[in-house]
């Protein structure tokens, strides 16, 4: 295993860099302008955590590299994200039930991370939160709304959380790099976020009148860097182009 | 310029003593520099040219987006994606404000979209031309935006009072909009041999398009009289090109990159740029829907009000449920 805080650095800068490419796929086709302009807001929020998460992982791994050389030369297996991150957009309610299932572990884990012992990763945090927060205040907005709406809206959004569901227990497991963050007071457990989750996701289904899928099985391989999607790689051929294309070149 | 061939009433300007007492206190106010406000009397034509022109601007912001978003993918660094993200994301925002002004006039931005994605208003040529290298991000900043904000400036001064204003806070985000497209112009133009070309090639493409976003000539402009007689166009087609380029060709020089215009020289007597006039008859099949890029742009943006109808009727019988809720609770 590499130094574990560059693996924890690069699964929080990747998580957000690869979400926020997903969400920016949505420029200026959006279902209303008010869309437009929230989508437009998360996925900017999203790059700018994600390069300071990568400049600070650039920075612990000390090889010279920044935050662009992660984003941009980095190939599949090297990713830390989660695989929720690099589904497909599909329809807005895919986009908008793949954003609230992130955004309720996101909150939870960057508003742990604000303790953490490392004062860098914890201004991250205090400053990621903020925006965050934001982000699932409207996510679950969303979800209740569509949930809750039409006939059709309801049968999507119901077809977006069976879809999705799982992916969640990925954000919930703890690997060895995950002990070293606990041992060393860095980051928290996953683990012990679960069940605030669990209730929390509980109270926005039941106000959707969303139904929860029943089993815990759950794909893995994403923030390991095992296994993640056929997707992944699709995305970062159109990422990374330009960087690949003219390696000479600055921007 | 976001707005051209804005069709006034085709009338000539009258004289004072030809209007009515309501039309001459009008013209009078605006002759002085007031503003007109929603709830003020206002000739028909008044109100119909500026939802036109207003539109047709707000229409301009909305596809504007596409050609921009084409690259945002595919932008070469984070702070360049964070950029134009934000830019694009501005763009949404004066869309907003001006559907929102036009709305003052009577008019819903439903009904203005209707219009637009049925092809009966139009909205700027420009983005009827294809952006196919990381330049054209570059290029459309400093030359796009640079063109708009020749025009948006004096529109600030405008005489209706919710255009003015929105105009005043689309104008700050312009200027930042044009410094980061020269920015991207700069790099490019100084950086690798294929970078360099990248530039040129996106110079040359997009010479001739932006000097056709102020309109066609005067003498053809035959819309323009009332319009400046009524403050909602504040300078001729031909001042605001000439301006332009004036403007534009030292920053040409500065990139070292070349205007595509053999013609182009300065003029000692005139004090201004002579330059070659674009291609009018391409402007005129742009306008008619045969831009390079134009059928894309359509269907791009009836797929998407299309493809989000179940968001929008989902999102509306959600408040109308809650709404009912809260009734029945009292």
Redesign the interface.
């Known amino acids: 295993m590499s130094d574990p805080l560059f693996e924890f650095l690069c699964r929080m800068g990747d998580n957000a860099l690869v979400l926020g490419h997903r969400v920016s796929e949505w420029c200026g086709v959006a279902p209303a302008l008010e869309e437009d302009i929230a989508l437009a807001n998360t996925a900017l929020d999203l790059v700018g955590q994600a390069t300071l998460w990568l400049d600070l992982a650039a920075e612990v791994e000390g090889a010279g590299r920044d935050a662009d050389a992660l984003a941009f030369r980095r190939d599949v297996w090297d990713f830390r994200n989660l695989l929720l991150v690099e589904q497909p957009n599909g329809d807005f309610g895919q986009t908008m039930m793949r954003q609230f299932l992130f955004d309720a572990w996101h909150r939870a884990y960057l508003a742990a991370l604000t303790d953490s012992s490392d004062t860098r990763i914890a201004a991250i945090a205090e400053k990621s939160l903020k925006e965050v927060t934001y982000h699932l205040d409207r996510s679950a907005e969303t979800v209740i709304g569509l949930g809750d709406g039409t006939e059709e809206s309801h049968r999507r959004m119901q077809t977006a959380l069976d879809r999705l569901f799982p992916f969640v227990g990925e954000m919930f497991v703890t690997d060895e790099v995950d002990a070293a963050m606990i041992t060393a007071c860095i980051a928290p457990d996953p683990r012990s976020l679960r069940a605030g989750f669990d209730s929390y996701l509980a109270e926005v289904l039941a106000e959707a009148k969303l139904i929860q899928p029943s089993g815990d099985f759950s794909h893995k391989g994403g923030k390991s860097g095992a296994r993640h999607s056929e997707h992944l790689g699709h995305m970062l051929t159109q990422m990374q182009w330009l960087q690949r294309a003219y390696p000479d070149a600055t921007w | 310029m976001y707005a051209q061939m804005i069709k006034s009433t085709g009338k000539g300007v009258k004289a004072l003593e030809d209007m009515d007492p309501q039309e001459r206190a009008f013209q009078e106010r605006i002759d002085a520099g007031g503003k007109i406000e929603p709830k003020d009397w206002m000739p028909e034509g008044y109100r119909k040219t500026l939802i036109r022109q207003i539109g047709q601007h707000a229409h301009s912001e909305?596809v504007g987006?596409?050609p921009?978003?084409n690259w945002?993918?595919?932008?070469?660094?984070?702070?360049?994606?964070?950029i134009l993200?934000?830019k694009?994301?501005d763009e949404?925002?004066h869309?907003?404000y001006l559907?929102c002004a036009a709305e003052t006039l009577g008019v819903s931005?439903d009904q203005l979209t209707r219009d637009l994605l049925s092809g009966k208003m139009k909205y700027s040529s420009i983005f009827n031309y294809p952006t196919l290298t990381?330049a054209d991000m570059g290029a459309v900043g400093w030359l796009v935006d640079g063109a708009a904000i020749m025009n948006q400036v004096p529109l600030q001064r405008t005489s209706y009072g919710p255009y003015a204003r929105a105009m005043v806070r689309i104008c700050k985000e312009e200027s930042f909009h044009q410094r980061q497209g020269f920015d991207?112009m700069m790099?490019m133009a100084q950086?690798?041999k294929?970078?360099r070309h990248m530039a040129q090639d996106a110079l040359n493409r997009f010479w001739y398009p932006s000097l056709m976003m102020f309109g066609p000539s005067d003498k053809d402009s035959v819309h323009s009289a009332q319009s400046m007689a009524w403050k909602i166009k504040m300078n001729t087609n031909d001042e605001l090109r000439q301006k332009f380029v004036d403007q534009t060709v030292p920053q040409a020089e500065h990139l070292g990159l070349a205007i595509p215009d053999e013609a182009l020289r300065w003029n000692d007597e005139r004090g201004h740029y002579d330059f070659s006039e674009p291609d009018w008859s391409e402007f005129y099949e742009v306008l008619k829907g045969n831009g390079p890029c134009s059928a894309e742009r359509m269907a791009?943006r009836n797929?998407?009000w299309d493809?989000?109808?179940?968001?929008?009727?989902?999102?509306?019988?959600?408040?109308e449920?809650k709404r009912a809720r809260k009734l029945a609770a009292e």
Request: hydrophobic share 45%.
């Open positions: 909305i987006q596409l921009e978003g945002i993918t595919r932008a070469p660094t984070l702070q360049r994606k964070a993200l934000a694009v994301q949404a925002g869309g907003l559907y931005r990381w991207i790099k950086g690798t294929a970078q791009a797929k998407a493809d989000g109808a179940w968001v929008r009727e989902g999102l509306l019988a959600h408040a449920k």
